[in-house]
């Protein structure tokens, strides 16, 4: 009977000290499982130097004769049509001319098949042949989306159920909500997901979602040196410059 007793409280001692069984963790383990996000213009394709030099040239066209590339960039890029309108009518204490934005998406089609060059469709081709999960999160309209796509030989990669796009959502960038919705789409974790961006819009609604973003500043329109003190003023991540540096950022164990 002692020994009985002794052999219970034993054991009863062993359960009180033994860790509590864990269940298997669901969650994907390094960057390189992550689903990626991509931004389009100047992330895709070097779109947006072309697209700034078009804004210019209509605003000039309609009496804003000190606007620039610059300010354009600052104004507009990365930021849905009517975020862009109050930022140009906070400056210039003036509205956008009638349906600007409209008719900047209309041209800018034909512009974009004939002068549009790739920045990152060889590093979605490598990941896409390694297996990895990727969709496009874009704040430009679907019907230009396409021809970036199409321009940088990737469109057969991005089917349209994976590309998320301005109309698909109530509220742009820097909402997260096309973000949230791409991840949703594809059944991930924001946390296991990251952002290709290049612009302060874009990274402010990766960080609302709660994801991980990596500002990839080698477009056209990303070098000079204030594109990359505004980017730095509100992103604390990781910065590539180039096409090799983000396929081995995106690659990481």
């Given amino acids: 009977m002692h020994l009985a007793t002794t052999a219970a409280i034993i054991a009863t001692a062993q359960a009180l000290v033994a860790p509590t069984p864990q269940k298997a963790s669901t969650r994907l383990h390094g960057r390189a499982n992550k689903l990626v996000i991509w931004d389009c213009d100047g992330v895709l394709v070097d779109s947006e130097a072309l697209l700034k030099r078009a804004e210019v040239d209509a605003l000039k066209a309609a009496g804003f004769d000190d606007v620039d590339e610059d300010a354009c960039n600052r104004l507009f890029s990365g930021f849905a049509p009517e975020a862009g309108a109050v930022n140009f009518e906070k400056e210039y204490g003036k509205p956008l001319p009638e349906h600007f934005f409209r008719d900047q998406i209309k041209n800018s089609e034909q512009l974009f098949r004939d002068k549009l060059e790739a920045l990152n469709g060889a590093t979605v081709r490598t990941l896409h042949a ?69 612009s302060t819009a874009g990274i402010r609604a990766a960080a609302a979602a709660g994801m991980e973003c990596v500002a990839y500043l080698g477009g056209g329109h990303a070098r000079k040196p204030w594109y990359a003190e505004e980017i730095s003023a509100i992103h604390a991540g990781p910065v590539v410059y180039s096409s090799e540096e983000l396929l081995e950022f995106l690659s990481e164990e």
């Fill in 130 to 198: 390694a297996g990895r999960q990727q969709v496009v999160a874009s704040g430009s309209p679907r019907a230009r989306v396409d021809v970036c796509l199409e321009k940088a030989d990737i469109s057969e990669i991005f089917q349209p159920d994976r590309v998320f796009t301005r109309e698909d959502v109530e509220r742009g960038k820097p909402e997260p909500d096309m973000f949230l919705k791409a991840a949703a789409f594809c059944e991930t974790d924001p946390k296991d997901c990251v952002v290709v961006e290049d």
